[in-house]
């Protein structure tokens, strides 16, 4: 029988900035439209995170079934160690899922935004498919590109489109921005694991591009990440706020690009995370400041 504090790490605490990061930038971009909500900011996030945590909870049942995470470098699988039954884990995840499109509900019910209906079905399908059922996305390597669509661009937009009903450039910048660090986040997790993925023939984005081009595109997504804001100054001045992290990002990178033994990636993970979460707030901070002192 698995702990609480067994569970808690099986929902991968380090992976939850990518889910609050979208709702920050969306809400932020709200306002800069004159239309910030703060109770359709709050179930927003109740959604991304709930879908986080069932989607970490769908993963570990569905590589635990397979086998995938018997041999692994990172933190605890309780499917793969054993800790929990897979039923249970199943279960955690269809409870988070189930929970999330009520919340989804409550908000598309206040914003009146029912093409999220269509939208918040396919949140709860990518969540499964990443690696769930019989031909698994995440297997084929097209996990980055669900992370960058779901955890970057739809999180981002329908934060912003359910508060102000439209869409600005502030805030397609800033989901392209947020998906490819989430991006690099999948891909500093996927590096780490590539002998074990390519062993039970998982075939992550890194295992199709190969150790060191994968370390590089981490880099790469990084430093996309936090120029593309630069081609908002115009309209946005204090969104040069988001140069800050260059130092911040500069040891993960380094990680990345040095780190030879697998245990040393681990600490990326979280690094890229939390640039995830501040890169959001500088983000938030430079759209808000601006339009507070327009």
Known sequence: ????????????????PMAFAPVIIGSAAAYGLGSFKPLNAVLAVIVSVLLQVG?????????GIRGTDNERVGPLRLTGSGVARPKQVKAAAFA???LAVLAGLALILLSQAWVLVLVGVGCVAAAWGYTGGKNPYGYLGLGDLFVFVFFGLVATLGTTFTQADRL???AWIGAVSTGLIAMALLMANNVRDIPTDRAVGKRTLAV???????RISYVMMLAAAIL???????????VLLVLLLVPACLMPSW???KGKKRKSLIPVLKQTGLINLAFS????????VTTALA
């Open 228 to 238: 593309l804001p630069l081609f908002l100054i115009n309209d946005y001045p204090w």
């Open 1 to 16: 029988m698995a702990t609480a504090a067994q569970w808690l790490e099986g929902a991968r605490p380090r992976t939850l």
């Open 168 to 170: 600005s450039a502030a």
């Open 208 to 214: 199709r591009l190969g150790d060191t081009p994968a």
């Open 55 to 63: 989607v970490n909870y769908a993963n570990d049942y569905s590589d």
């Open 96 to 98: 988070c899922f189930g």
């Open 255 to 257: 990680l990345m690009l």
């Open 281 to 288: 707030v500088l983000f938030a901070a430079g759209i808000v």
